[in-house]
């Protein structure tokens, strides 16, 4: 059974954990399989925006499998660990618009795979947490360095120091997701996102997330410097010249991400 599902439909991606009687938990077969999908979308002229989720109805993902884990030396756990921090890495630089659709718990490098989406929406319900202290250990696939970047220093020490597991309403109110919806409506809720997001033009899409990405890691001069050199590469594309004649003729623009 292929342990990540690929479905891409009117330029959507969606990508599915698919172990759900392992909580879609992590093993290195998993992770191979996430990095071989994840290239393959980053390289797909098609895909306009992806979404994240996991299959069944318990889980996003509960993190590393830890049946594996224990038997594991300690040089494979090491080679998991760089190997699903690469895999994250790679999904936090997809020039894509990603979006995380939690359809249940999400712990560990569940919540680390979440960090590394641009959006993230949330089933009602549901509990999510970095929860590696209780084990002894740390995040290990960038949850210490994302985490304070999205809700600031304080809390994340907070949340990763006591390994708390917070509500969907609590995930909300920290600033984890930007919406909560009851469970049957989270994909339909992520499909209107991305349906919002991609009738935008492509090209301006990834300069804007790359835009934002980078300048965020610099000071604010260098940041427009950025924003800049990102704005002349849309200025020559056939989008932008049929956004105007569109506007001009009061109808709705038919962008081709050239």
Do not use: W
């Not at 494979?76 to 997809?94: A, D, T």
């Not at 924003?227 to 849309?234: F, G, I, L, M």
């Amino acid at each position: 059974m292929d342990t990540i599902l690929l479905d891409i439909k009117d330029q959507v991606a969606t990508v599915t954990l698919n172990r759900p009687d392992e909580l879609n938990c992590f093993n290195y077969n998993t992770i191979i399989e996430l990095e071989e999908c994840v290239e393959n979308i980053r390289m797909n002229p098609n895909v306009v925006i992806t979404i994240f989720t996991g299959a069944g109805e318990k889980a996003f993902s509960a993190g590393a499998d830890l049946k594996e884990r224990k038997l594991l030396t300690e040089e494979e756990v090491k080679r998991n660990l760089y190997k699903i921090g690469e895999v994250f890495s790679k999904i936090e630089q997809l020039p894509q618009p990603t979006i995380a659709a939690i359809n249940g718990y999400a712990f560990g490098g569940g919540l680390e795979l979440a960090l590394c989406c641009d959006l993230r929406i949330i089933a009602e319900g549901t509990r999510i947490g970095l929860t590696e202290t209780s084990l002894a250990i740390i995040p290990g696939a960038g949850g210490t360095q994302r985490l304070p970047r999205i809700i600031g220093e304080s809390k994340a020490l907070e949340l990763i120091l006591t390994a708390r597991k917070l509500t969907s309403k609590q995930a909300f109110s920290y600033g984890l997701a930007h919406d909560i919806v009851s469970p049957a409506e989270l994909m339909e809720k992520a499909r209107e996102l991305a349906d919002e997001i991609k009738k935008n033009g492509p090209i301006a899409l990834k300069q804007a997330k790359f835009a934002i990405k980078n300048g965020m890691n610099t000071d604010l001069q260098t940041g427009l410097q950025i924003e800049r050199k990102a704005y002349e590469v849309t200025i020559p594309t056939k989008d932008r010249k049929e956004a105007l004649q569109a506007f001009s003729e009061k109808r709705s623009p038919q962008f081709k991400g050239k």
